[in-house]
């Protein structure tokens, strides 16, 4: 069974930094890309950033670029989001997700972690 | 960036009746559309992927259509369970979009 669980959220003020781990099994991890994706208190789903398979490609939502950085360690079947520069607007759900076929790098999400909140306040 | 358009934004529907839902894109994504629903206090689930291909174990009045900008989630008979919030979601090109998402409610 696919799993994918987030943590380190949590409570930070305006200007500070957090990083987020997801930790993944069921699924050889080195083979697919994964995504972190967030949802804002009572709002939509919004792309925050995505890394390959192997980690040599990463994106990042306009909205997050030179603030926050993607990176994975297949060898401990990792994912991570440094957060930093924190502001008000980046209070969500942040979502480890699994992008599609292995291989590709930008498809749908077939499997989602439950999130971890990372609330952005003084 | 690639903006993604759902409405209604809100869609009052009975119980056994059809619900649809549109999705349009800002430019052409061509088939590459997914659609998500999410329940409160739940995380997001596949529907659909490729425009109309059900996800493993989506029910089949689940149904998408569409190519190019415009697309349709149709829902056959709404069952009490799927009262919910649907998005849509492009993966055309980077970065990936969502639509604002529709709500499907109880008439």
């Known amino acids: 069974e696919v799993q994918l669980v987030e943590s380190g959220g949590g409570l930070v003020q305006p200007g500070g930094s957090l990083r987020l781990s997801c930790s993944a099994s069921?699924?050889?991890?080195?083979?697919?890309?994964i995504h972190w994706v967030r949802q804002a208190p009572g709002k939509g789903l919004e792309f925050v950033s995505a890394?390959?398979?192997?980690?040599?490609?990463?994106f990042y939502s306009d909205s997050v670029t030179g603030r926050f950085t993607i990176s994975r360690d297949n060898s401990k079947n990792t994912l991570y989001l440094q957060m930093s520069s924190l502001r008000a607007e980046d209070t969500a759900v942040y979502y480890c997700?699994?992008?599609?076929?292995?291989?590709?790098?930008?498809?749908?999400?077939?499997?989602w972690g439950q999130g971890t909140l990372v609330t952005v306040s003084s | 960036e690639i903006v993604m358009t759902q409405s209604p934004a809100t869609l009052s529907v009975s119980p056994g009746e059809r619900a649809t839902l549109s999705c349009r894109a800002s430019?052409?994504?061509?088939?590459?559309l997914a659609w998500y629903q999410q329940k409160p206090g739940q995380v997001p689930r596949l529907l659909i992927y490729?425009?109309?291909t059900r996800a493993t174990g989506i029910p089949a009045r689940f149904s998408g259509s569409g190519s190019g900008t415009d697309f349709t989630l149709t829902i056959s008979s709404l069952q009490s369970e799927d009262f919910a919030v649907y998005y849509c979601?492009?993966?055309?090109?980077?970065?990936?979009?969502f639509g604002g998402g529709t709500k499907v409610e109880i008439k």
């Open positions: 997700v699994k992008d599609g076929p292995p291989g590709r790098f930008g498809y749908h999400y077939d499997h």
């Open positions: 069921g699924f050889t991890f080195s083979s697919y890309a």
């Open positions: 890394i390959s398979s192997n980690g040599g490609s990463t």
């Open positions: 430019q052409s994504v061509n088939n590459n």
């Open positions: 490729d425009a109309s």
């Open positions: 979601q492009q993966y055309k090109s980077w970065p990936l979009t």
